[in-house]
């Protein structure tokens, strides 16, 4: 018996250790309850800020799943509780506490569970706590789970548990978002329980998300928003929605755009804003990006109209639009000689992936070395070597010739090189 149990703690050290010890997980699982002592220890050991270690041990006793291991996670979580860290430790401290509690709900549902699982919550924001409480979709830990959202790391695995939990957590969900407080991570939480409000309960919290609309802080204007978007209710929602459209970061102005896609109402808003001269550049991007995404036919006449517009920015965009809508190459041609490189490269690649000569040819010359890059790219994805030859013999100009010898000469390199190699 002290041979087993030497052999356990051995296999427990070298657990431990930061270089290797994932290696001997195995090892450790297949010692069973001989090796719970000394697991138990160190998942019990002194914080560190690198709990590596200390987490394989709560994996191990979760592994074993053995009446014993499952006490010692248990001690191990209860004694974790009762300290008191400062922030480094703190945190290190909380990926251990996820770590036992997502090893105890591993092994079922028991009263003591749902019991540890709330102290585990109570004691702060433990993303693998709101995980478990999730899993078993445990009803009275809906209010810690609400004010798990204000965690920017909890956030996912809290609201994930909540929509497990469902309609018993709405009292929490509502109270917390007409309850308005000052801060990022307060607003980041409410615009989170709008989001649930509206997967949980669609049509008992429209006047609640409707009302949000006004709210002082713009995430919950533009959660609410977007949800209402997506039940249909674009009317009341268009204002905000539109608002979002200057929101950081860029993917929440992105999001208002996608969701003021998905009806008519909203498109023709978007289209408005792209066709208004007098818009902010920024904002008219957004909507034209949000637009080329859609089979709207108002669409194309709009995107040949930009595509002429002062701003260099607005014509790529649109040009862009142009070719992902099969642009033919009369489309494209006048662009060749427009004074915007990001304009010229679009035109320039699309006409040389259709084929053609001449553009290869006025690509390669482009003053631009992004552009001749773009357009050196292009060749390469269609495997031009006849056209480059085209190019080189036919009677373009002496820098888009020498380039396109360079083009062939690098090609044949490759093709040497990796012709040796595979020799």
């Known amino acids: 018996m002290d041979a087993a149990l030497d052999a356990a703690a051995a296999a427990v050290a070298a657990l431990a250790r930061l270089h290797d010890g994932e290696l001997h997980l195995a090892e450790v699982v297949a010692q069973g309850d001989a090796a719970v002592s ?52 703190a945190a290190a401290e909380s990926d251990v506490i996820s770590a036992i509690a997502r090893g105890l709900s591993a092994g079922g549902d028991t009263a003591a569970l749902r019991e540890d699982l709330l102290a585990v919550l109570a004691h702060g924001c433990h993303p693998g706590a709101c995980a478990a409480a999730g899993e078993l979709a445990e009803a009275r830990a809906a209010p810690a789970l609400v004010r798990c959202l204000e965690d920017d790391v909890a956030r996912p695995h809290a609201a994930a548990a909540l929509l497990r939990i469902g309609a018993a957590a709405l009292p929490a969900l509502r109270a917390r978002l007409l309850s308005e407080t000052a801060g ?139 070719i992902r809508r099969g642009a033919t190459a009369e489309d494209l041609r006048p662009h060749l000689d427009d004074p915007a490189a990001e304009v010229r490269a679009p035109a320039l690649e699309a006409l040389i992936l259709s084929g053609d000569i001449l553009a290869a040819a006025r690509g390669l010359a482009d003053r631009d070395r992004g552009v001749r890059l773009g357009v050196a790219a292009a060749l390469a994805r269609i495997g031009a070597r006849r056209t480059l030859l085209r190019v080189l013999f036919g009677r373009g100009s002496a820098r888009a010739r020498l380039r396109a010898a360079r083009l062939l000469l690098a090609g044949r390199s490759q093709c040497a090189h990796q012709t040796h190699a595979h020799e």
């Open 184 to 322: 990022d991570s307060p607003s980041a939480a409410r615009a989170a329980c709008a989001r649930l409000l509206g997967a949980l309960d669609p049509v008992g919290a429209r006047p609640l998300l409707i009302a949000a609309l006004a709210d002082a802080a713009p995430p919950v204007r533009w959660a609410s928003a977007r949800v209402l978007a997506e039940q249909g209710v674009i009317t009341e929602a268009l204002p905000a929605l539109l608002a979002a459209l200057d929101a950081a970061p860029p993917s929440d102005a992105q999001a208002a755009a996608a969701a003021l896609c998905a009806s008519a109402e909203g498109r023709g808003a978007l289209l408005a804003l792209a066709a208004d001269a007098a818009a902010p550049a920024e904002r008219r991007l957004t909507a034209l990006a949000a637009l080329t995404e859609v089979g709207d036919a108002r669409v194309v006449p709009l995107l040949h109209a930009l595509a002429t517009a002062p701003d260099p920015a607005l014509r790529a965009a649109a040009l862009r639009g142009l």
């Open 38 to 89: 000394a697991l138990g220890a160190l998942l019990a050991s002194q914080p560190d800020t690198v709990p590596e270690p200390r987490l394989r041990a709560a994996r191990a006793l979760a592994a074993i799943g053995t009446p014993a291991a499952r006490d010692a996670l248990r001690y191990a979580l209860h004694d974790s509780l009762r300290r008191r860290l400062f922030p480094p430790l």
